[in-house]
């Protein structure tokens, strides 16, 4: 599945969110979308989902404008975790998971539970399906939700059963917020795997280590524009993420590592930046 954004502009009201954004992004990538609060990187990705449908431009998906596209259509070919998901009726964990499957079946069938199963399984909630969603903390709902849209996607209880090229695209907006570093990179390494069967997946992401470690390619937005987009080495220079941040950074090389890591300092540095100058004396 091929996407195309081609110059997106966007307005809430009167403020301007979004303007003149383009990218294109392959089945097969991990496409990371990075910026700092307010670049409208999650506007961008409610824009894709179709949350967001006054835009101004094109949004292709596999061919086909974005606004001809019938909802259930999409919802049979791009899954959505979205950054706030408000859920406080008692549906259990595995209801909720179950969630996924609807739309494709009213009723769930063998293979619809399997499925469901497995994606329990994948995101390791086994023991939490019997548990209401509201008495979870915020890593375990979204760990819930990761399973959910798993759920969404698969066509067989099996990661490595199907090919899906050109068919399926996954959106995450935040999606390990509130994890615990082992969470955080299970559901990276599923979105990894995810693509290397050949979904879409674009994900927006605030640690600049999990996206060194899993982005194909990065998007930097500033102030509802494109500032740069590339590979990750082309991305994650000091001097991007300092006009993009804000922040003075060391990007370093490690021999054990395959991607470069981008190191802050509590001193020094960091205190270069105008906004943080004042802290200082704390």
Known sequence: MMLCVKDISLSLGKIKILQGVSLEAAAGELYVVMGANGAGKSTLLKVI????????????????????????????????????????????????????????????????????????????????????????????????????????????????????????????????????ILHQQLSLQLAATLAASGVLVVAVLHDFQLAAAYASKLLLLKDGRVYAQGTVEEILTSAHIKNCFGVDVAVLEHPHCHYPLVVTAATGGLFQSPALKALKVL
């Open 49 to 180: 989902a179709g949350e967001y449908m006054q835009y101004q431009g094109s949004v292709m998906i596999g061919g086909k404008e974005l606004k001809s596209l019938p909802i259930a259509a999409q919802a049979h070919t791009r899954a959505v975790l979205s950054q706030q998901l408000t859920l406080n009726q008692p549906f259990t964990v595995e209801e909720v998971v179950s969630m996924g499957r609807y739309i494709y079946n009213a009723h769930l069938s063998a293979t619809d539970k399997e499925i469901i199963t497995y994606a329990l399984k994948i995101m390791q909630i086994q023991s939490l399906r019997d548990r209401t969603y509201p008495t979870l903390s915020g890593g375990q709902k979204q760990r819930v939700q990761m399973a959910r849209v798993l759920a969404q996607l698969l066509e067989a209880p099996d990661l490595q059963a199907t090919d899906y090229t050109g068919r399926k695209m996954l959106l995450l907006d935040e999606p390990v917020t509130g994890m615990d």
